[in-house]
């Protein structure tokens, strides 16, 4: 296997030199793209070392010192580094230098993507646009002036203010933009093409009116109304629970297709994967109403939490993300239901999340040693982190955490900062120690609390004793124990008792003893997620119920249907003769009758999902536990068929509204239908929905219940859905997706045949995972097929992207390294593709960092 040199942390060192101007001029070309970058640069300190800077992939064509032209002999180059000695205290350099955006499928730094040339400089891409110190810490203020063909490339756009623009000759223009506030070069953007262009304004709570302009492609401008909506409200919520105002004059978002993310903050100018931008009624479904939503929150919300004051360097990644994904997390709880969002959110911590934490890339939210800072774009930095510092305004209270928040930027603002630097800020403002709450940062896999408890009737006094406990994780980490926020709702089975409250676990073991308690009761543990911990307590079915039906907070009712759930599949995954309790069904018969909103009901009838599972099981044999849940979704469709028919046809309805009760009414009335799916006459409900649907929620849970569940006509709705759809991008990413997870034994062959599609496109990152990637996280019966097909399927489509896009690869490549999850059997039929996959030529650092980890 390849060798590689990691970084570390520890050995983080202040650049010998500022660049505190940076003034590009870049004259657009598909393959020889002319880039003049004019620099001020000084040293820091006093020294003669000599000025590195990075880049790769480019031509360089020319390199001056203030008006000084440097021959070969003078600087130093080679694949990665410009080396430049001999230099003053100040100076002028320029470096002028030639790309390629057509041969660029990496899609980092420029490349060009059908008719639109865009960038993506998050974490390293600056190095394939110019030479630069491309480090997070080296902060300047940026004017971009670009050139291109004025009919072709109408609209020129990059970061900031536009301060000028001009026709040039032959048919040429250029557009001037100027970004006032100092940024690091990862923060960098350039789009230029043909769009819709949709236009509105918001005005700011001191008066100022921002120019917002959404760019879409041609066709599509009724399809990103939801999104400027989305933008509006984003900006007030910001302005009213965090008193942040935006500060420039206009806000730019892009929608492209080809993009490696999800989305991206550059200042001023946002650029999005159009699946999180395109949204109308009839091609979008609930789920991408509301993702639209929040992904557009989440990079506005980096305006303050990353740009205005980012990371010192990538280690400190968690700093803007953990926090920005909390803040949309909050935005989203208020826009719709907290607790639906909340179980959301909860859902991937406990499938995705938990697994990571588990397998060979298993790192703290801080990691102390990268080699590919792309593979650090993980569940842990995001989702961890964000439950990181729920924790922290779970311990300090809201209005704390706000005066954290304001002494923060009060300090940093315009810096480039560490995670040391955020906590500290939070602990002066509340006047809380938080030195222990720290090692959440620095310490990487899963705190397992072990509760018991003891009830004492003749003193009346309950107690609960908690233990902590940190299994050993790949990185063979020391473990400390940990500042762990508990919440605690105690029930009785009458509903006639108070108590509860705020836990703080900080020892090995704690034991708290609660007073006046007339009946042992229940404890309903880590109410609302409190801590992105695992439980260990053991609950009876009774206490189950009692929780289901009589805890005060809903998360907790729903957390206890998850748990019973889990026991009978845990059991059901060794015994699949196990017998029953009808005390499951009439559990969920009290759900259904229940007056809760029905969103909330939709979450307590989804069983726990094969990841979910397979986090919490010991050596996974995947055929058992996808036969356990199975079985245990029949025996409640079985028991509860009349029930869920009765519902579902009262939720049936000609009219489509978009508000919270039409969203969960939808919600709810899937999921019956996906339990009656297993029972007699399933064939014709799905058709028949599918048929009067007046929706894309509706339609694509008819074809997904048929594709899970092989009905007769899945292929005639495929292809009637395909039919109707073909030519939307995004509809069509759903439609591969759908065929990726049909529950049949010829799936590998579908989905093989299907790589030569007309409408599929290896090199366009939706369509490879949409396609390649819901097979492998989502068809857990034939990706973990007994005879190797789908790890053979999986390794095919590794080896093209590891030369095509090593990004996407890398992405890819998760349910195939986390095989110490699984069982022996299953264990040695993917690490012999891993091992495959090892001895590939070229073999990107993107692949390489993960496979030395798991193979290792």
């Given at each position: 296997m390849t060798e590689f040199s990691p970084r570390y942390l520890k050995d983080y060192q202040v650049p010998d030199y500022k660049i505190t101007t940076v003034n590009l001029t870049i004259e657009l070309d598909d393959t020889k793209t002319v880039v003049t970058n004019v620099m001020e640069v000084s040293k820091v300190g006093v020294h003669q070392r000599a000025l590195t800077l990075d880049g790769e992939h480019m031509q360089l064509m020319s390199v001056m010192v203030n008006k000084d032209k440097l021959t070969a002999s003078q600087y130093q180059l080679n694949e990665s580094t410009l080396t430049i000695a001999d230099l003053p205290e100040q100076f002028t350099l320029t470096i002028t230098t030639q790309i390629n955006p057509v041969a660029n499928t990496a899609l980092e730094g420029l490349y060009?993507?059908?008719?639109?040339y865009c960038t993506q400089c998050e974490a390293e891409g600056f190095r394939r646009i110019t030479y630069f110190l491309d480090r997070p810490d080296v902060m300047a203020v940026y004017t971009t002036k670009i050139i291109a063909d004025k009919t072709s490339f109408p609209f020129l756009l990059a970061n900031g203010n536009k301060v000028e623009q001009g026709d040039l000759s032959n048919n040429m223009h250029f557009v001037t933009w100027h970004d006032p506030f100092?940024?690091?070069?990862?923060?960098?953007?350039?789009?230029?093409?043909?769009?819709?262009?949709?236009?509105d304004s918001f005005t700011t709570k001191s008066g100022r009116v921002v120019k917002l302009e959404l760019f879409v492609d041609k066709g599509n401008l009724s399809r990103s109304e939801h999104a400027m909506v989305s933008l509006k409200k984003s900006m007030l919520w910001d302005e009213q629970q965090f008193n942040l105002e935006y500060d420039l004059d206009i806000y730019m978002i892009v929608a492209v297709d080809f993009f490696n993310m999800g989305a991206m903050e550059n200042k001023g100018l946002n650029v999005f994967n159009s699946k999180f931008v395109l949204a109308d009624d009839l091609s979008a479904t609930d789920d991408d109403f509301f993702n639209v939503e929040a992904v557009i929150a989440h990079e506005y919300f980096h305006n303050w939490t990353g740009n205005r004051v980012t990371c010192r360097d990538w280690f400190q990644l968690s700093l803007k993300?953990?926090?920005?994904?909390f803040r949309d997390q909050q935005f989203s709880a208020d826009m719709h239901s907290s607790t639906v969002t909340r179980i959301k959110n909860v859902k991937i911590v406990r499938a995705q999340q938990f697994a990571e934490d588990a397998g060979p890339m298993a790192h703290p939210i801080r990691p102390e040693k990268v080699m590919e800072m792309n593979n650090f774009y993980t569940l842990t930095v995001y989702e961890k982190g964000s439950e990181v510092i729920r924790m922290m305004h779970t311990i300090l209270g809201d209005d704390a955490f706000k005066a954290g928040i304001k002494l923060y930027f009060e300090r940093h603002d315009g810096q480039a900062v560490t995670c040391d630097d955020f906590v500290a800020a939070m602990s002066d403002a509340s006047?809380?120690?938080?030195?222990?709450?720290?090692?959440?940062y620095s310490q990487s896999g899963t705190p397992e609390l072990s509760v018991s408890d003891e009830y004492d009737a003749k003193s009346n006094t309950y107690q609960l004793t908690i233990e902590q406990n940190h299994p050993e994780t790949h990185d063979k980490q020391e473990k400390h124990n940990l500042h762990i926020p508990i919440n605690v709702e105690l029930i009785t089975s009458d509903n006639n008792l108070n108590q509860g409250g705020l836990l703080h676990s900080k020892q090995k073991t704690q034991t708290w003893t609660f007073e006046n308690v007339f009946t042992k009761p229940v404890p309903a543990l880590l109410g609302n997620f409190s801590a992105p911990v695992k439980l260990n307590y053991q609950y009876n079915d009774q206490d189950l119920n009692v929780l289901m039906v009589n805890a005060s907070d809903e998360f907790n009712r729903w957390d206890a249907g998850q748990k019973l759930f889990a026991g009978y599949i845990k059991q059901l995954v060794n015994n699949a003769e196990l017998e029953?309790?009808?005390?499951?069904?009439?559990?969920?018969?009290?759900?259904?009758?229940?007056?809760?909103?029905?969103?909330?009901k939709a979450e307590q009838l989804v069983l726990p999902s094969f990841d979910e599972m397979a986090a919490a099981i010991d050596e996974v044999n995947p055929g058992a536990l996808v036969r356990a849940i199975s079985i245990l979704k029949r025996f409640i469709a079985e028991q509860l068929q009349s029930k869920f028919i009765a519902t579902y046809q009262s939720l049936c309805t000609n009219e489509f509204a978009k508000d919270g009760a039409a969203i969960g009414n939808r919600a709810l009335k899937n999921v019956c239908l996906d339990y009656l799916a297993l029972l007699d006459g399933a064939n014709e409900l799905v058709l028949n929905q599918f048929n009067q649907a007046n929706n894309m929620t509706d339609q694509l849970a008819a074809i997904k219940t048929a594709a899970l569940n092989d009905l007769i006509c899945f292929e005639d709705v495929m292809v009637e859905f395909a039919r109707q759809w073909q030519g939307n991008t995004l509809v069509m990413d759903k439609w591969f997706s759908i065929n990726a997870m049909h529950n049949n034994e010829n799936v590998v062959q579908r989905i093989t045949g299907l790589l030569t599609h007309p409408e599929f496109s290896i090199d366009n990152p939706n369509r490879a995972r949409a396609l390649i990637g819901a097979f492998a996280f989502y068809n857990s019966h034939y990706f973990h097929n007994k005879d190797a097909s789908g790890y053979k399927f999986l390794f095919e489509q590794l080896t093209k992207l590891n030369a095509i896009n090593p990004q996407v690869a890398s992405r890819l490549i998760t349910p195939l390294i986390q095989f110490k999850s699984f069982d022996n059997n299953h264990q040695q039929l993917m690490k012999v593709e891993l091992e495959k996959l090892s001895q590939l030529d070229n073999l990107s650092r993107d692949l390489l960092e993960k496979l030395t980890a798991a193979l290792q």
């Amino acid at each position: 296997m390849t060798e590689f040199s990691p970084r570390y942390l520890k050995d983080y060192q202040v650049p010998d030199y500022k660049i505190t101007t940076v003034n590009l001029t870049i004259e657009l070309d598909d393959t020889k793209t002319v880039v003049t970058n004019v620099m001020e640069v000084s040293k820091v300190g006093v020294h003669q070392r000599a000025l590195t800077l990075d880049g790769e992939h480019m031509q360089l064509m020319s390199v001056m010192v203030n008006k000084d032209k440097l021959t070969a002999s003078q600087y130093q180059l080679n694949e990665s580094t410009l080396t430049i000695a001999d230099l003053p205290e100040q100076f002028t350099l320029t470096i002028t230098t030639q790309i390629n955006p057509v041969a660029n499928t990496a899609l980092e730094g420029l490349y060009k993507s059908a008719d639109v040339y865009c960038t993506q400089c998050e974490a390293e891409g600056f190095r394939r646009i110019t030479y630069f110190l491309d480090r997070p810490d080296v902060m300047a203020v940026y004017t971009t002036k670009i050139i291109a063909d004025k009919t072709s490339f109408p609209f020129l756009l990059a970061n900031g203010n536009k301060v000028e623009q001009g026709d040039l000759s032959n048919n040429m223009h250029f557009v001037t933009w100027h970004d006032p506030f100092p940024k690091p070069c990862y923060l960098f953007a350039l789009v230029a093409g043909d769009f819709d262009l949709l236009e509105d304004s918001f005005t700011t709570k001191s008066g100022r009116v921002v120019k917002l302009e959404l760019f879409v492609d041609k066709g599509n401008l009724s399809r990103s109304e939801h999104a400027m909506v989305s933008l509006k409200k984003s900006m007030l919520w910001d302005e009213q629970q965090f008193n942040l105002e935006y500060d420039l004059d206009i806000y730019m978002i892009v929608a492209v297709d080809f993009f490696n993310m999800g989305a991206m903050e550059n200042k001023g100018l946002n650029v999005f994967n159009s699946k999180f931008v395109l949204a109308d009624d009839l091609s979008a479904t609930d789920d991408d109403f509301f993702n639209v939503e929040a992904v557009i929150a989440h990079e506005y919300f980096h305006n303050w939490t990353g740009n205005r004051v980012t990371c010192r360097d990538w280690f400190q990644l968690s700093l803007k993300e953990g926090l920005t994904v909390f803040r949309d997390q909050q935005f989203s709880a208020d826009m719709h239901s907290s607790t639906v969002t909340r179980i959301k959110n909860v859902k991937i911590v406990r499938a995705q999340q938990f697994a990571e934490d588990a397998g060979p890339m298993a790192h703290p939210i801080r990691p102390e040693k990268v080699m590919e800072m792309n593979n650090f774009y993980t569940l842990t930095v995001y989702e961890k982190g964000s439950e990181v510092i729920r924790m922290m305004h779970t311990i300090l209270g809201d209005d704390a955490f706000k005066a954290g928040i304001k002494l923060y930027f009060e300090r940093h603002d315009g810096q480039a900062v560490t995670c040391d630097d955020f906590v500290a800020a939070m602990s002066d403002a509340s006047n809380t120690d938080l030195s222990q709450f720290k090692y959440w940062y620095s310490q990487s896999g899963t705190p397992e609390l072990s509760v018991s408890d003891e009830y004492d009737a003749k003193s009346n006094t309950y107690q609960l004793t908690i233990e902590q406990n940190h299994p050993e994780t790949h990185d063979k980490q020391e473990k400390h124990n940990l500042h762990i926020p508990i919440n605690v709702e105690l029930i009785t089975s009458d509903n006639n008792l108070n108590q509860g409250g705020l836990l703080h676990s900080k020892q090995k073991t704690q034991t708290w003893t609660f007073e006046n308690v007339f009946t042992k009761p229940v404890p309903a543990l880590l109410g609302n997620f409190s801590a992105p911990v695992k439980l260990n307590y053991q609950y009876n079915d009774q206490d189950l119920n009692v929780l289901m039906v009589n805890a005060s907070d809903e998360f907790n009712r729903w957390d206890a249907g998850q748990k019973l759930f889990a026991g009978y599949i845990k059991q059901l995954v060794n015994n699949a003769e196990l017998e029953l309790p009808m005390q499951i069904a009439e559990a969920l018969a009290q759900v259904l009758n229940s007056d809760a909103d029905n969103a909330f009901k939709a979450e307590q009838l989804v069983l726990p999902s094969f990841d979910e599972m397979a986090a919490a099981i010991d050596e996974v044999n995947p055929g058992a536990l996808v036969r356990a849940i199975s079985i245990l979704k029949r025996f409640i469709a079985e028991q509860l068929q009349s029930k869920f028919i009765a519902t579902y046809q009262s939720l049936c309805t000609n009219e489509f509204a978009k508000d919270g009760a039409a969203i969960g009414n939808r919600a709810l009335k899937n999921v019956c239908l996906d339990y009656l799916a297993l029972l007699d006459g399933a064939n014709e409900l799905v058709l028949n929905q599918f048929n009067q649907a007046n929706n894309m929620t509706d339609q694509l849970a008819a074809i997904k219940t048929a594709a899970l569940n092989d009905l007769i006509c899945f292929e005639d709705v495929m292809v009637e859905f395909a039919r109707q759809w073909q030519g939307n991008t995004l509809v069509m990413d759903k439609w591969f997706s759908i065929n990726a997870m049909h529950n049949n034994e010829n799936v590998v062959q579908r989905i093989t045949g299907l790589l030569t599609h007309p409408e599929f496109s290896i090199d366009n990152p939706n369509r490879a995972r949409a396609l390649i990637g819901a097979f492998a996280f989502y068809n857990s019966h034939y990706f973990h097929n007994k005879d190797a097909s789908g790890y053979k399927f999986l390794f095919e489509q590794l080896t093209k992207l590891n030369a095509i896009n090593p990004q996407v690869a890398s992405r890819l490549i998760t349910p195939l390294i986390q095989f110490k999850s699984f069982d022996n059997n299953h264990q040695q039929l993917m690490k012999v593709e891993l091992e495959k996959l090892s001895q590939l030529d070229n073999l990107s650092r993107d692949l390489l960092e993960k496979l030395t980890a798991a193979l290792q």
